[in-house]
């Protein structure tokens, strides 16, 4: 069985064409002013992953600007664990650069999968 689990670890990460950067918010108090802001900390850089459309919907009717909603799902190694609300850039093999916010990343054994709102795309 393990050696099962390893070729079909090995095939996925032939699927891994993308590369990402992630972000975890953390407070810092300004020391001259004692405002608390949100900076982004780098926890993964320059990372391969694979990220994949698992939903498109249509536009929604009724508003002053029709808006769609894409879902996609981030697929990387089992050590990359997302927590909701983290920041995520993704730079495609093809081309596109993708920004957004994950949920909890969900392992199975020999990959995680995140679920991602693109916020921004480039």
Known sequence: MLKDLEREK???DKTYCDRMDGYRYRLVKDADSGETR???????ENRR?????SGNDAPEE???????TSKY???AAPE??????DLVVVRTASGPIYEGRTGR???VLNHGETPVKVEKSV
């Open 80 to 85: 990359i664990l997302f927590r909701e609300n």
């Open 105 to 107: 990343t969900y392992v």
């Open 10 to 12: 090995r095939i996925l």
């Open 49 to 53: 992953c694979a990220l994949s459309l």
């Open 38 to 44: 949100q900076e982004p900390d780098r926890i993964y």
């Open 62 to 68: 009724g508003t002053i600007t029709d808006s769609s």
């Open 73 to 75: 799902t981030l697929f």
